[in-house]
């Protein structure tokens, strides 16, 4: 930095600035979540989000992202480029007062339609203050403009380095180490969010390139995703592995009320239900009004429909809301210029009058889609006459189970063995793979406060079995009553009673193996089905045991991979010609009681994975291609991974 800039008059400006970037680093969490993964991950998208920004006005079609090889990030794009004016109000380059002033990002630019924007939406001059560098470089009116930032702050007025016949921004931030936990990127991170940003803003050109690593021709690593057809292609991704029942995606795209709304539906054979919802392009895991509207829309139109065919004479019971979406994929996206955000996670819409815009779209577009199609419109009907049908053999089921539990006094299930606690944010249960097993464990645990609940084998695959055939399952049955929660689906709010769950921590433990981990997905796949707040509330998790045992005379140690396998037996040889003994665990059932507990089970030295759901789009394709017919992606997808997709170490 030079003198001249250094000794530059301390303005009231400045100061507060400075007051702004500061409560930034003091309490980063509350502008970008978290300092963990997603938080450094939240910075690549706040600054994607302001191209994506300039895309939707209509001025950019390419955005390249690069991770770099020190972990730094670069993003490009072709848009008008951020205008380095004087900015009258704050009395410098307007540049400088969007990288610099909190919540200044695009705003001053009135009638710009600003919409999109990460979870916090927070703009750039976050990202800027809780870089340790970063340079921002702007193409526009034929010049080449520079600044760049240590945390957030200037090191020199914006200048002028050269010429130019293009116009475009550029960005290049490097995370500041002593904020985050960690500062590597991961790439299929930045690859997924870019794939959805892609179907979500159709018809932008998006790229991320990773230049850490080569691939096999010596190229950088490198994706790049564009989407002529938006959420059509989108639901299309999501069901690749489904059967559909329809011809084609159903495609409403208008606006009502000044509400963008995009949506697209398909129906498929399987029994489940995966809507996912968007508002300026961030996931509304909690939904919230669009969401409301947009079932409203379907159930109203879709039950005329069908009452005006006459489809329906024959049945001998209501049709509920449910009904209209079992079987059914879809994406529900509108733009809304206020966003009002509630709910545990702030991701639940809040603004009324979206319900309207968007139930009265839905209605409209789906009226004409149907009788439009008279085939496809059949088809639907039939497939939700089916679903009430189930539904209904299903309620019995379920009240049979019920009324059975209330019968049998504490109605624990025989085969759990509980702890002695009895608050459930100190206590844990174990899903333990066999009976064998399960015995082991039992032996091993503390009593106290870990429960234990041997399964029998395999069990059922929710996703492609009928809701009262999960609800009749002798398993699954096993675990709501020992969880405590009631039976429902994921819809259900009103049914599943989480504050009756018994233990805080619900861990999978299963082999080690490639049995081990299909079971473990199969319970996952229920959980994600059938009790989802679990997982959104962070109560799942997976058990880790060792894979090898390593002995030297009393000398034993335990292994979870084959780097640690190797390093620890040159440390046990110290050099040596020794003999080190290998003993590699093929299931639970080789442990003993006490070795199960030094590793797995004991709070001091085991490691828990908590599952999470980072990306539910992403997580219901994962689940229904790994569960569903088709085995070859399930096989390719299993051997690829060995660990799980949406697992946080
Ligand atoms: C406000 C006004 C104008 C451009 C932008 C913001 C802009 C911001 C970013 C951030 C990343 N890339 C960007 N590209 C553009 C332009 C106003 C005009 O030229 O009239």
């Given amino acids: 930095m030079s003198e001249e800039n250094k000794n530059q008059e301390y303005s009231a400006d400045n100061i507060q600035v400075l007051e702004g970037l500061e409560a930034v680093r003091k309490r980063p969490a509350m502008y970008i979540g978290d300092i963990g993964m997603k938080g450094l991950h939240h910075l690549v998208y706040e600054v994607i989000d302001n191209s994506i920004d300039e895309a939707l006005a209509g001025h950019c079609t390419h955005i390249d992202c690069f991770i770099n090889e020190n972990n730094s990030i670069t993003v490009t794009d072709n848009g008008r480029g951020i205008p380095t004016g004087m900015h009258e109000k704050e009395g410098k380059s307007a540049l400088e007062v969007v990288m610099t002033i909190l919540h200044a990002g695009g705003k001053f630019d009135k009638g710009s339609y600003k919409v999109s924007g990460g979870l916090h939406g927070v703009g750039v001059s976050c990202v800027n203050a809780l870089s340790s560098d970063l340079r921002v470089e702007v193409h526009r009116e034929g010049k080449i403009f520079e600044q760049e930032y240590k945390i957030g702050v200037p090191q020199y007025d914006v200048r002028e380095i050269g010429t130019t016949d293009k116009t475009g921004t550029f960005v290049t931030f490097q995370p500041d ?344 997905t199969l319970l996952l796949t229920f959980f994600f089905r059938f009790l989802k707040p679990l997982i959104e509330q962070g109560y799942v998790y997976i058990a880790t045991p060792p894979l090898y045992l390593l002995k030297r005379g009393k000398d034993h140690r335990y292994c979870w991979d084959e780097d640690q396998r190797d390093l620890m037996i040159q440390e046990m040889k110290g050099g040596k010609d020794v003999n080190v003994i290998i003993q590699r665990y093929k299931g639970l059932g080789e442990m003993n009681a006490s070795q199960l507990w030094d590793t797995t089970l004991n709070p001091e030295f085991r490691t828990l994975k908590q599952v999470t759901i980072d990306n539910a789009a992403e997580a219901d394709r994962v689940f229904s291609m790994l569960m569903g017919d088709e085995v070859p992606p399930r096989r390719a997808f299993i051997e690829a991974n060995a660990k799980y997709a949406n697992i946080d170490a």
């Fill in 177 to 520: 180490a002593s904020i985050f936990e960690d500062t590597v990127y991961h790439f299929d991170i930045v690859v997924a969010r870019l794939r959805e940003l892609a179907y979500l803003n159709k018809r932008i050109n998006l790229s991320i390139t990773d230049k850490r690593r080569k691939d096999d021709e010596g190229e950088f690593v490198k994706e790049e995703f564009y989407s002529e057809e938006g959420l059509k292609e989108f639901v299309a991704f999501l069901d690749e592995t489904r059967d559909s029942i329809l011809e084609e995606v159903i495609y409403i795209d208008g606006e009502k009320d000044g509400v963008p709304v995009e949506v697209a539906m398909v129906y498929n054979t399987s029994y489940t239900e995966n809507v996912h919802s968007y508002v300026n392009n961030i996931n509304t895991q909690e939904g919230g009004t669009h969401l409301a509207g947009f079932k409203r829309g379907l159930t109203r139109t879709l039950k005329k429909y069908a009452d005006e065919s006459g489809l329906l004479k024959k049945l001998k019971f209501e049709i509920s809301g449910d009904d209209f979406r079992e079987g059914l994929t879809a994406i529900i996206s509108v733009k809304v210029m206020e966003p009002q955000f509630e709910g545990q996670t702030k991701t639940k819409l809040g603004n009324k009058e979206v319900t309207t815009a968007v139930s009265q779209s839905v209605s409209d577009m789906l009226t004409f889609y149907l009788e439009e199609n008279p085939e496809q419109a059949k088809r639907i009907v039939q497939k939700v006459i089916l679903a009430a049908t189930a539904r209904n053999a299903a309620n019995k089921a379920r009240e049979l189970v019920q009324r059975k539990s209330v019968l049998t006094g504490s109605g624990l299930p025989g085969k759990l063995s509980d702890c002695s606690e009895k608050d459930p944010s100190k206590c844990e249960i174990f899903l333990v793979e066999g009976d064998s097993a399960g015995g082991t464990a039992k032996q091993g645990r503390d009593r106290h406060f870990q429960a234990i609940l041997p399964l029998r084998g395999k069990i059922l695959n929710v996703e492609k079995a009928m809701q009262h055939k999960v609800f009749e399952n002798e398993e699954i049955k096993n675990m709501f009553k020992a969880l405590g929660v009631s039976i429902g689906t994921l819809d259900d709010e009103r049914e599943l009673n989480i504050e009756k769950l018994r233990y805080h921590k619900v861990v999978v433990m299963t082999d080690a193996d490639i049995d081990g981990s299909h079971i473990a």
